[in-house]
């Protein structure tokens, strides 16, 4: 993909529905007794993995437009799959997905893509070995493909060295089927979709500060999910806006889950001009449409509790903060180095090349901003949040700017560029 200069952006956009919510429901609706509806369900290749893992054991998944019908057999419903199940590019698949597994009737491998056989799966392997599963890394590399062996499992208090949502998710998953309670403490709270959405599927699930409890199940029920935009995905059309000269853009529908809206919170710091107007839904996923504005942003410090609620945004915070008078640190963010890619890498390496000021420190980066852009060659290496913020750096930029293996927005974010472009 080839992105130039543009003068202004404008207009409204509806962004494809939550990446997390969407895998969610997949799981919980497998997992329930009776038929799960999902409107807005994110058609990304990501969630079509889980989709189709689910439907390799057994169950009957309707995906037509953007409602997926999920004809859940409950709790001990699932069947061993006939092959190695395939999660692609997912982490949010195979780490909320072994916990599951680790409880079922039967034995699997999982696998997934050249990217997921780099990320680390010691994270999940080690609470859910605690909790007493069988769970192997086939190479013994602490990565994937993983051999699960279904258990029956004890229940655990897991205190987390990281703040996860996937770890967390996985071992709430898993203690569904404990023996006893399970419980998860965090270094700092990560998304908590996992917690709303079994509540809602009838488990008995508390929260109290950085602990989540989660009592052994007897059955989850099918629900209606309407599944709000995504704010990681709304990002790039935030920081487009308020980098762009002249632009307004509004955003419809947006997640603004307080575990999830870190980004909203740095824009604030950085002076942005933006309204964020909520709309009264009656769920617990709070939604908003969001406007930005052209805006003389400042630079800023990123770090703490901050960092697990706008962990998938740092890329475009980092163009954002190319653009941004002063400096912006980004600390406390070592996570972003097991991400698709070693973000860090990513995000830095390929902003030096459009030439900004930017360095990497070991939990984040460094970025003067003020320093004028230029075309480059950017290597999204097929991550798609890679590929996406650079092509709003790009517009930005003075020349060319070419993203190599810029498919890869399809991820989570398939017509990115067809809504991009309706902008100019
Ligand atoms: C996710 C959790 C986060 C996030 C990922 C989605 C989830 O990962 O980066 O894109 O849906 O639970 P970690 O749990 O590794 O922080």
Not at 47 to 55: E, G, K, N, P, T
Not at 125 to 131: A, E, K
Request: aromatic content about 4%; hydrophobic content about 40%; proline content about 3%.
């Amino acid at each position: 993909m080839i992105i130039k200069r543009v003068k202004n952006l404008s207009g409204e956009i509806n962004i494809p529905g939550d990446k997390s919510i969407s895998h969610r429901s997949v799981m919980l609706g497998s997992l329930a007794k009776g038929d799960t509806i999902v409107h807005g369900f994110l058609q990304g290749a990501d969630c079509l993995s889980s989709i189709s893992c689910f439907r390799a054991m057994g169950i009957d998944i309707e995906n037509e437009n953007d409602k997926v019908i999920i004809h859940g057999r409950g709790l001990h419903g699932l069947k061993k799959p006939d092959s190695v199940l395939d999660v692609g590019n997912s982490g949010t698949t195979i780490r909320l997905m072994s916990g599951i597994l680790a409880a079922q009737g039967f034995d699997v491998e999982v696998d997934g893509d050249a990217s997921i056989r780099k990320r680390p799966m010691g994270r999940i392997m080690t609470p859910l070995s605690l909790m007493g599963a069988d769970i192997k890394s086939k190479n013994d590399n602490g990565c994937a493909p993983l051999l699960i062996s279904g258990r029956n499992l004890k229940g655990i208090h897991y205190d987390s060295p990281v703040a996860s949502a996937q770890v967390k998710s996985g071992v709430l998953f898993a203690g569904l089927y404990a023996e006893d309670e399970t419980s998860v403490t965090e270094p700092y709270v990560s998304r908590n979709h996992t917690e709303l959405m079994l509540k809602d599927f009838g488990a008995d699930i508390i929260t109290s500060g950085k602990t989540v409890t989660v009592k052994p199940a007897e059955e989850l029920y099918a629900r209606r999910i309407d599944v709000p935009g995504d704010i990681s995905s709304a990002a790039y059309f935030i920081a487009a806006g308020l980098i762009t000269e002249g632009s307004e853009i509004k955003i419809k529908n947006v997640g603004i889950n307080p575990t999830r809206d870190g980004m909203i919170e740095v824009c604030r710091m950085m002076g942005a001009d933006m309204d964020v107007d909520e709309i009264d839904n009656g769920s617990a996923e709070p939604v908003a449409d969001i406007t930005v504005r052209t805006s003389s942003l400042k630079g800023c410090v990123i770090g703490g509790e901050l960092i697990p609620r706008l962990i998938d945004e740092i890329p475009a915070i980092a163009i954002m903060a190319c653009f941004a008078d002063g400096q912006t640190v980004i600390k406390d963010a070592a996570e972003l180095k097991v991400k698709e890619t070693n973000r860090i890498d990513t995000i830095v390496n390929n902003l030096k090349a459009m030439g900004a000021d930017i360095e990497a420190t070991e939990d984040g980066m460094i970025i003067n901003g003020g320093r004028a852009l230029h075309g480059a060659v950017i290597d999204s290496k097929l991550d798609h949040r890679i590929a996406m913020s650079f092509a709003i750096a790009g517009l930005n930029a003075d020349g060319e700017t070419e993203i190599v293996g810029s498919e890869c927005v399809d991820i989570s974010f398939p017509d990115f560029f067809e809504k991009l472009r309706k902008m100019w």
